[in-house]
């Protein structure tokens, strides 16, 4: 089937299989931030932005996004306006692998595009769906509320 889709922010077209996944699909383009866990939506390792909001991108076929923009981590990764949550969520201690950060990333974004000053109830809501085999979401979301109470002046 063919589709087009906006990946963080270029246009692209493909023809694939209707039942390749979205996560599939971005891997298969070089967006390797975009983990494959569990493949059941149950991690938040997939997690991309479509549309503006968080997606599990292992449980969506590719073809229930055409002609949509999809986000991934390697658009995060080259803006400057996330780089102190980023650097505060690589940092914030007792991490072994960082396999979770990106999903965890991109929950984020879509949070705080839609709520500027989440409160630490938002944010533990808003990774509800990712997991960190490393750590609890417990410290996660301690320096994500750190970050942003750093950077209030800065929204």
Not at 71 to 95: N, R, W, Y
Not at 120 to 127: G, R, T, V, Y
Request: charged share 25%; proline share 4%.
């Amino acid at each position: 089937m063919k589709i087009s889709l906006t990946i963080n922010y270029k246009k692209h077209k493909f023809d694939l299989p209707v039942n390749r996944t979205l996560s599939e699909l971005l891997r298969s383009q070089g967006f390797w931030s975009v983990k494959q866990g569990c493949v059941a939506g149950d991690c938040g390792n997939c997690t991309v932005i479509l549309d503006g909001r968080a997606v599990n991108s292992c449980i969506m076929l590719a073809v229930q996004a055409d002609a949509m923009h999809v986000e991934t981590f390697e658009h995060i990764d080259m803006a400057t306006e996330f780089a102190p949550l980023k650097e505060v969520l690589m940092d914030f201690g007792d991490i072994d692998c960082g396999y979770c950060m990106p999903g965890m990333m991109m929950a984020m974004k879509a949070l705080l595009v839609k709520i500027p000053d989440p409160t630490e109830e938002e944010i533990l809501d808003a990774l509800a769906g990712s997991v960190c085999r490393c750590t609890s979401s417990v410290k996660p979301v301690a320096a994500i509320s750190e970050a942003l109470r750093l950077m209030r002046g800065k929204w």
